[in-house]
């Protein structure tokens, strides 16, 4: 795409009310734009780089089975009463509105209610499970503080996966699976060697639950890493379990972490509240076990713009940035123009800078937006044979002929 | 995918409170679940037909200069007081909530206010100009009865596209173009022979808006075909406009229809609330031109069920199809497999029945759900040659070599 015809435009300056890095970065880049504190609108580049998160994560929950689905944001109360949820005593971060008859309806935050009892229409024999089923939905959260950008907004875009099984072992052999998953998801998104396995308060079924913690000076949560085994136990139960669950190591490195994901055994908590049940193979009505798997994929691109960023801007990793390629032509219009419809040929997702602005605005604003390969076509570089190609996350260029570089991006 | 898999099940009952055509043959295939009367979710045949729909608006919409974003359901009510739309007076069918500190907040019914602020950001030179933005997003209007469907729910997507224009010219060039997109959108997914674009009130700016009406019988407005140039009249201005504006024929064919879009200039009045201006090439502060652009791609799902299907069950044309081919094997399980391979292979998207039920429940199951390709694998087939083949839309079957139908799949 041609910069020129990007509507959107970098800025020098963040606004004077927003104090997270991960949102100052994203604002000044055109990425996302702030309409009240914790909620934020997805500019072009922004919804790019969304977009290719979410695929990562649809790739992995496909791959563990996982069918694609989409709930409602608002919510029967009826629903939530099943599970004495409703109450904003019980849930303290509820947005809540009304029907015009005076009705209250909820805004979901979560969907473990309205999930399981339309499950009731599909579950009914052995034959019917296991079953696990996703989505990539906008969630809501009445936070009494937004402060932390796209990683805790008051709305935001939540994958979450249920999983429906027959019992404990079915239920464990999936739980297993959505950890490998899960680890997949970071490593791929370029935060894997960051990234935590963290056990946490399981609840009344299973000792654990598990999050997935990002270390990062912003975060809001305390974890205990073990680095024999790279697990982590968060802050919450550090005083039953002082030891690494996996390995006993009692030498744990303390660490500011944010909370990039999370997986929970749910038990028979909700199958019970709704009566969700199969039959057996001896036909006796059998309660489903549940399970519920969550990751953000705004706060995933907010944890990696905060995490992986340096003093001149975003570092995009090259699988989530908007373009492969960001070309700044310095005054060479007829040969970058050639080049650029080279790149788009070859399906190169190619940022094309050709506005008439200084070369440092160009260098400035490449660097802000965080594009991998930043490559400049100038009469110094062409007259050396080429094009200067410098990766955004390393410090030296090199030039280059036009059709190494071409093929150097197969 | 193997419809053993497939979580959802088939009913032959809709819910007794479900009165509307679409919403039931949904229900009952297993698209669509009902949360509350107009509020649906997307099962995973839904949403398959709902990306599918979303992605031939998204090519239309691109093709014409558009850009995708992302703006989000909680609303300033500062915004909406620019434009006096924040009063429940003005608005009838606001949803609101609250943050925890007590402001009250909207939730988007539509989204010029916090656009054309957001747009003060990006606009500042006629070197900006033309701007088309828009964006597949969640939607939500208080309506007092919800009683169609997914043609009018309470909570619904919306594809909404603003376009920023210098100069009326420039708009009307732009307004001419969704036009020729819009008529490409609805040939597209096969209403459009049934759907006329009908003059409607203009508002201030303009003599006329235009809105797209299906012809159904399930439909809440009347319109009036002038069936020389296959335009329409809306009701609203029929007595204004007693004859086609494009003809002048006055022998009109009264109908009843479904809005399945609408475009709209609107001139600058949310570019004088806001103050969006640009420099002009004088340097002179001069008010950005608009227009928005509508089309529910969950209305248009609902318009093409209500208007497409039969007595037996849903009929989707193939483009927007969640398979191409229902494979339906009658006790053949070996080489039902092998052919679902082979459709695999070739990259055709497939339901292959290989449940365990009677080929008379996998017939009727495949009639309600609408797959263009009905494909039976049987002995019987086998012994005549191949597999048996009917289009859904079609009546009569033949008899085919595999190889053959794997080629005319081309």
Same mark, same amino acid.
């Not at 390393?394 to 197969?410: C, G, Q, V, Y």
């Given at each position: 795409?041609?910069?020129?015809?990007?509507?959107?435009?970098?800025?020098?300056?963040?606004?004077k009310?927003?104090?997270?890095?991960?949102?100052?970065?994203l604002?000044?880049?055109?990425?996302?734009n702030?309409?009240?504190?914790?909620?934020?609108?997805?500019?072009?580049?922004?919804?790019?780089?969304l977009? !290719?998160?979410? =695929?990562?994560? /649809?790739?992995?929950?496909?791959?563990?089975? $996982?069918? #694609?689905? +989409? *709930?409602?944001? @608002?919510?029967?109360?009826?629903?939530?009463?099943?599970?004495?949820?409703?109450?904003?005593?019980?849930?303290?971060?509820?947005?809540?509105?009304?029907?015009?008859?005076?009705?209250?309806?909820?805004?979901?935050?979560?969907h473990?209610?309205?999930?399981?009892?339309?499950?009731?229409n599909?579950?009914?024999?052995?034959?019917?499970?296991?079953?696990?089923?996703?989505?990539?939905?906008t !969630?809501?959260? =009445?936070?009494? /503080?937004?402060?932390?950008?796209?990683?805790? $907004?008051? #709305?935001f +875009? *939540?994958k979450? @996966?249920?999983?429906?099984?027959?019992?404990?072992d079915e239920?464990?052999?999936?739980?297993?699976?959505?950890?490998?998953?899960?680890k997949?998801?970071?490593?791929?998104?370029?935060?894997g060697?960051m990234?935590?396995?963290?056990?946490?308060?399981?609840?009344?079924?299973?000792?654990?639950s598990?999050e997935?913690?990002?270390?990062?000076?912003?975060?809001?949560?305390?974890?205990?890493?073990?680095?024999?085994?790279?697990?982590?136990?968060?802050?919450?139960?550090?005083?039953?379990?002082?030891?690494?669950?996996?390995?006993?190591?009692?030498?744990?490195?303390?660490?500011?972490?944010?909370e990039?994901?999370?997986?929970?055994?749910l038990?028979?908590?909700?199958s019970?509240?709704?009566d969700?049940?199969y039959?057996?193979e001896?036909?006796?009505?059998?309660l489903?076990?549940m399970?519920?798997?969550?990751?953000?994929?705004?706060?995933?691109?907010?944890?990696?713009?905060?995490?992986?960023?340096?003093?001149k801007?975003?570092?995009?990793?090259?699988?989530?940035?908007?373009?492969?390629?960001?070309?700044?032509?310095?005054?060479?219009?007829?040969?970058?123009?050639?080049?650029y419809?080279?790149?788009?040929?070859?399906?190169v997702?190619?940022?094309?800078d050709?506005?008439?602005?200084?070369?440092?605005?160009?260098?400035?604003?490449?660097?802000?937006?965080g594009?991998?390969?930043?490559?400049?076509i100038?009469?110094?570089?062409?007259?050396e044979?080429?094009?200067?190609?410098?990766?955004?996350n390393?410090?030296?260029?090199?030039?280059?002929?036009?059709?190494?570089?071409?093929?150097?991006?197969?």
């Open positions: 795409m041609k910069q020129s015809k990007l509507f959107t435009k970098t800025r020098k300056e963040a606004p009310d927003e104090v997270s890095k991960n949102a100052q970065l604002i000044r880049g055109g990425f996302v702030k309409e009240i504190a914790g909620v934020y609108s997805f500019l072009p580049l922004g919804l790019k780089v977009e !290719k998160i979410n =695929n990562v994560i /649809r790739k992995e929950m496909n791959a563990i089975g $996982g069918q #694609e689905l +989409f *709930m409602t944001v @608002l919510q029967d109360q009826e629903v939530w009463k099943q599970t004495n949820r409703w109450s904003d005593e019980v849930v303290d971060n509820w947005f809540k509105t009304n029907l015009k008859n005076g009705t209250e309806l909820g805004m979901g935050f979560t473990e209610e309205p999930i399981t009892k339309m499950m009731k599909h579950i009914s024999s052995f034959k019917d499970l296991p079953i696990s089923v996703y989505q990539i939905q !969630k809501f959260r =009445n936070e009494a /503080r937004a402060k932390s950008g796209i990683m805790r $907004g008051r #709305e +875009f *939540m979450d @996966l249920y999983s429906f099984s027959k019992n404990i239920h464990n052999e999936f739980y297993e699976k959505s950890k490998i998953a899960y997949n998801i970071f490593n791929t998104v370029g935060i060697d990234t935590y396995m963290t056990f946490a308060s399981g609840g009344t079924f299973s000792k654990y598990h997935f913690q990002t270390l990062s000076s912003a975060g809001e949560d305390t974890i205990y890493v073990c680095d024999k085994c790279s697990v982590a136990i968060n802050d919450e139960i550090i005083e039953e379990q002082k030891s690494c669950p996996e390995c006993g190591n009692t030498e744990l490195r303390k660490e500011k972490a944010i990039a994901g999370n997986i929970f055994s038990g028979t908590k909700f019970e509240a709704f969700l049940t039959k057996n001896k036909g006796e009505e059998t489903v076990i399970g519920s798997y969550g990751i953000g994929p705004g706060r995933l691109m907010g944890i990696i713009v905060e995490t992986l960023s340096d003093e801007g975003i570092v995009w990793p090259e699988i989530i940035a908007p373009f492969k390629v960001h070309l700044l032509n310095l005054g060479q219009d007829e040969k970058a123009e050639e080049f419809e080279q790149l788009n040929k070859k399906g997702e190619v940022l094309f050709d506005r008439e602005v200084s070369a440092g605005e160009k260098f400035a604003d490449s660097d802000l937006l594009i991998p390969y930043r490559v400049i100038s009469e110094k570089s062409l007259a044979g080429g094009v200067e190609v410098k990766k955004r390393e410090t030296d260029s090199e030039i280059i002929s036009i059709d190494d570089f071409l093929n150097k991006l197969k």
